[in-house]
């Protein structure tokens, strides 16, 4: 037997509405689970004067009651019968409550997060710029249900047992500790009826087909942001933004230096003393390098405007090759020979052995 509603909360079935409030408000501060953690007794006693208060509070549930002695059955699982106004009540009686929050949770629009996508390209794609489709996994706001959660027609509820914070504060002693609300998981409010498309989530999974331009001379570990390209909001909150972040594979060839590209040239010493024109990597090509008679090892030597595009000025860097002198590792007879006829031949040294050997004779004495 459902006990009187009128009965529960200590009132005669003429009580006024401020009498009612009244009334109700004494007795949700002495029960409200906030004041009496892990008391059961209380919990079921602050449902019930809940549930009593629901419905006499709202004129036509009250007259409904009055009438036929039971709450209005109200949508599937019906049952209470408080539901609907019933979150701006609570907000309403519990607004100073224990120094809340002021009102408690309610439906706030959130902004989607930022998403990150790397998208990884070459050397000569860096430098030719790149226009590419790319599939971005994310969640995407439901529209049937306008990314709340709830059925179209229906809204989510103050949460009963925390009401709508969110949270319930246990005492220790002196100690208040608050833990996010078992029943609403921390939402402060309860999905009574979840969308059936997005299963009350507010969002989907779906993957999104992206047109993504890069530019001409971009650099590895640059971002570009594609505005409202991230997860959908919550809502009504607005979408977040995509980061693209382009990482450039390592070449073949070539390190990169902003606009220069390096890249190591093997030689002969004939080819450096002699001079040589010798046919070099550039990037979708080769091109012909003049390496002038008497180039020095370590040397660099440029090929402008033959390097990487500016990103945000006119022209190209330059490609630049580095003269590694390599000796030959075993001579055979005809090199040896040539050889032995050159050393006999060269009678100047160069200013470097030049310049050593007269230092050293001065350190000797
Ligand atoms: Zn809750
Ligand atoms: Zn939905």
Avoid: W
């Avoid at 006990?3 to 009132?11: K, M, S």
């Avoid at 706030?108 to 430098?127: F, N, P, S, V």
């Avoid at 599939?135 to 306008?146: A, K, N, T």
């Avoid at 990314?147 to 179209?152: C, K």
């Amino acid at each position: 037997m459902a006990r009187d509603y009128y009965e529960i909360l200590g009132v005669t079935n003429q009580a006024t509405e401020a009498e009612l409030k009244k009334a109700f408000r004494g007795m949700a501060m002495q029960y409200h689970p906030d004041r009496n953690a892990g008391n059961k007794e209380a919990e079921e006693r602050f449902k019930e004067i809940s549930e009593a208060y629901g419905v006499l509070s709202d004129p036509d549930k009250r007259a409904y009651y009055d009438r036929f002695g039971t709450a209005p059955a109200t949508g599937p699982g019906g049952g209470g019968g408080f539901e609907g106004g019933f979150g701006s009540l609570f907000e309403d009686i519990f607004e100073n409550f224990l120094g809340g929050r002021g009102g408690g949770r309610r439906t706030r629009a959130a902004r989607g997060e930022d998403l990150q996508y790397e998208l990884k390209i070459t050397l000569e794609e860096a430098a030719a710029g790149l226009e590419t489709k790319v599939q971005i996994p994310r969640l995407e706001s439901c529209e049937p249900c306008g990314a709340t959660g709830a059925e179209p027609g229906t809204r989510k509820v103050s949460c009963e047992a925390c009401g709508g914070r969110g949270e319930v504060r246990m005492s220790h002693g002196f100690l208040t500790v608050a833990r996010p609300c078992p029943k609403c998981q921390g939402e402060g409010q309860i999905n009574k009826n979840p969308c059936k498309a997005c299963r009350g989530e507010g969002r989907q999974r779906a993957e999104h087909m992206l047109s993504i331009k890069i530019p001409p001379g971009i650099d590895d570990g640059m971002q570009l942001r594609l505005t409202g390209e991230g997860a959908g909001g919550l809502n009504g909150g607005p979408p977040g933004d995509l980061y693209v972040l382009v990482r450039i594979r390592e070449h073949a060839m070539f390190a990169r230096n902003g606009g220069d590209l390096f890249c190591d040239l093997p030689v002969s010493f004939p080819q450096l003393a002699l001079g040589a024109e010798l046919d070099v990597p550039v990037l979708g090509g080769s091109a012909a390098l003049k390496v002038p008679a008497g180039s020095q090892p370590g040397q660099i030597l440029r090929l402008r405007g033959k390097g990487m595009p500016h990103l945000r000025e006119r022209g190209h860097g330059d490609a630049c090759y580095r003269l590694l002198l390599e000796v030959p590792h075993k001579l055979n007879g005809k090199q040896r020979e040539a050889l032995e006829a050159f050393e006999a031949a060269s009678k100047d040294r160069g200013p470097l052995a030049t310049s050593f050997l007269e230092r050293m004779k001065k350190l000797l004495g």
